[in-house]
């Protein structure tokens, strides 16, 4: 009798394949030389942060995959894998690191589609006691480098193009929400930036969008951010979304006068989201209070919460002002190659 298959058969290794994803692969290895070179030339010591974790990061959407840790004495323990190497490369800024770099896989959980993968790759760096406009200067000159190495002219992804050379655009999220939108998004939050809700609704009935049954602010931002917003970011340039309001920047220091939004920015191009940083918050009671707000809103929309890293916080108080970003590596390089799905980029898929 033949064995049940229990998974389809995946293409990715066999040969005729390869031979088409080898020279995107072959010119990932090339950009991957050129950022650490970028890195090393500007006094980046490269750090590699444990992928196992008491907790894999306390952000509402976040989905982690879970295993356990067993002792010597048998006796096994919740661990996750990384959603990011943030909490650890925090802790490294409290010990007295500088200028820190990690490039290595990180997982997420329920995420796969032509942008995401459930292991990837995420370039992430820190420096300590500058501003955040020094690593949004970094994620420019990076891109930039990635295009440079392969020699594209232009970036395109599902028909949209960005001239990764052209001057950079940077727009603030209530200014780019206004105008794509038509949503006044900081009338929908008190001067504490505490969101409502209904009255981002209310907006959104008003300028004839559809307003989900979920009516919880953080959910209706969200959709009107992917539908509305992302699509017209990136195109012909790189865009900087900046300005987060405070309720969507959990690990981000607020502005200073203006209370209800934070130190935090996004980087587009070509509609692609590419990088994620912030002016970090150091207060580890201002972070405790808004991990437990957002594990509040995990349990209701999934039943699910994760553990707090009380190392991670007791790091805080004496982790010095810093900025970091977050960038999807595996994403710089299917816009440097022309690469329309992620896969294409990965020397070896997950199977699925």
Same mark, same amino acid.
Request: charged share 35%; hydrophobic share 40%.
């Given at each position: 009798m033949n064995p049940v298959r229990s998974s389809p058969v995946s293409p990715w290794w066999t040969p005729a394949v390869h031979a088409d994803r080898r020279p995107i692969l072959v010119a990932r290895n090339r950009i991957e030389a050129a950022v650490r070179a970028y890195l090393a030339e500007r006094d980046f010591l490269i750090v590699d942060p444990p992928g196992l974790q008491r907790s894999p990061g306390n952000e509402t959407h976040l989905h982690a995959f879970a295993t356990e840790m067993i002792g010597n004495d048998g006796v096994g323990q919740r661990r996750y894998l990384h959603t990011s190497p +943030?909490?650890?490369?925090?802790?490294?800024?409290?010990?007295?690191?500088?200028?820190? @770099?990690? *490039?290595? &896989?990180?997982?997420?959980?329920?995420?796969?589609?032509?942008l995401h993968h459930p292991e990837f790759t995420m370039l992430e760096w820190y420096r300590a006691e500058e501003p955040y406009d020094a690593v949004i200067a970094d994620c420019v000159a990076i891109i930039r480098l990635a295009a440079e190495v392969t020699g594209v002219?232009?970036?395109?992804?599902?028909?949209? +193009?960005?001239?990764?050379?052209?001057?950079?655009?940077?727009?603030?999220?209530?200014? @780019?929400? *206004?105008? &794509?939108?038509?949503i006044d998004l900081l009338a929908t939050m008190d001067a504490e930036g505490v969101p409502d809700g209904e009255m981002l609704a209310a907006q959104m009935l008003g300028r004839g969008l559809e307003v989900p049954e979920d009516r919880s602010w953080s959910y209706l931002f969200s959709r009107i951010l992917v539908e509305k917003v992302e699509p017209r970011l990136g195109n012909g340039r790189i865009t900087v979304l900046d300005r987060y309001p405070a309720a969507e920047a959990a690990l981000a220091r607020r502005v200073p006068g203006d209370r209800r939004v934070s130190e935090r920015f996004e980087i587009y191009a070509a509609g692609v989201e590419l990088a994620n940083g912030f002016g970090e918050l150091t207060d580890p009671e201002e972070q405790r209070r808004r991990f437990a707000a957002e594990m509040n809103e995990k349990q209701r929309l999934y039943n699910e919460t994760y553990p707090l890293d009380e190392d991670f916080l007791a790091a805080l108080a004496l982790m010095p002002d810093a900025s970091g970003v977050a960038m999807g590596f595996d994403r710089l390089v299917m816009l440097a190659t022309g690469a329309q799905r992620i896969e294409q980029v990965l020397w070896a898929p997950v199977a699925e």
């Open positions: +943030e909490f650890t490369m925090k802790k490294l800024l409290a010990a007295g690191e500088r200028r820190i @770099a990690s *490039l290595q &896989h990180v997982w997420r959980n329920r995420e796969r589609s032509a002219e232009r970036f395109s992804f599902r028909g949209r +193009e960005c001239d990764p050379r052209a001057e950079v655009e940077r727009v603030r999220v209530a200014e @780019a929400f *206004l105008a &794509h939108a038509g």
